[in-house]
């Protein structure tokens, strides 16, 4: 699986997500910085997690506005998968690569703890890792991840089974509309997530859940 992970400063979970690609795949990601003339041909396309520009304005909206992610947007229409995971969700959603926006946790705290998810759909080349109803762990770190859509974008996201994952077990962490923690678009060939699966892959981390995802990914390349 050939795959490239885009940082834009201020970005903190790129080594994070490098490490979990390379363990599973057997193969380095290409890292792109924000200003690299050219995205080369890969399979997936990662945004990962942090800070990007310090979420001056709102978290993501710096980000969106960078000419690469003109690239990525035309990289998605012809059908490659594109992942962004907690601000790479953010940015995803500012850029209209998905639908809704990131708000405030409703505690307006940062939060950083374990969360439960439930799989909401598992025939996507992103879930068939996991069985539909399967519940499993995985981390969150953020401030501004508390999903909102209004009602006819909400109504469209749940009835085209555009909801990847939801926070299960009353562990929603930041008062997410219908517990959503992770959204595909139309094509389901991109998906936004708040929770780090890259953090839980392998018994040092206290767990795998989180493997499914990438392996998933892997198999379908």
């Not at 980000?63 to 790479?88: D, F, H």
């Not at 060939?189 to 040092?204: C, D, Q, R």
Request: hydrophobic residues 45%; aromatic residues 6%.
């Amino acid at each position: 699986m050939k795959a490239a992970v885009v940082v834009f400063p201020g970005l903190n979970r790129d080594r994070d997500m490098i490490a979990a690609l390379e363990k599973i795949s057997g193969q380095a990601p290409i890292v792109v910085w924000h200003k690299d003339a050219e995205l080369p041909k890969v399979d997936l396309i990662v945004i990962p997690g942090g800070f990007s520009y310090g979420d001056y304005l709102r978290a993501g909206a710096i980000a969106a506005r960078s000419p690469l992610m003109q690239t990525i947007r035309e990289r998605a229409e012809q059908g490659v998968k594109v992942l962004g995971v907690c601000n790479g969700f953010q940015i995803l959603t500012e850029a209209q690569l998905l639908p809704g926006v990131l708000m405030r946790n409703a505690s307006l705290r940062f939060v950083c703890r374990e969360v439960k998810l439930s799989v909401e759909n598992a025939d996507t080349e992103f879930t068939r890792g996991y069985a539909r109803g399967q519940v499993i762990r995985c981390p969150v770190a953020h401030h501004d991840g508390n999903y909102f859509a209004d009602a006819e974008t909400l109504a469209a996201v749940e009835g085209n089974g555009q909801v990847a994952f939801r926070y299960a077990e009353g562990t929603n962490p930041n008062g997410s509309l219908n517990d959503i923690a992770g959204v595909f678009n139309a094509g389901k060939n991109v998906l936004g997530l708040m929770p780090h699966p890259e953090n839980l892959i392998e018994s040092a981390h206290g767990g795998s859940d989180g493997r499914g995802l990438f392996a998933a990914l892997l198999e379908a390349a």
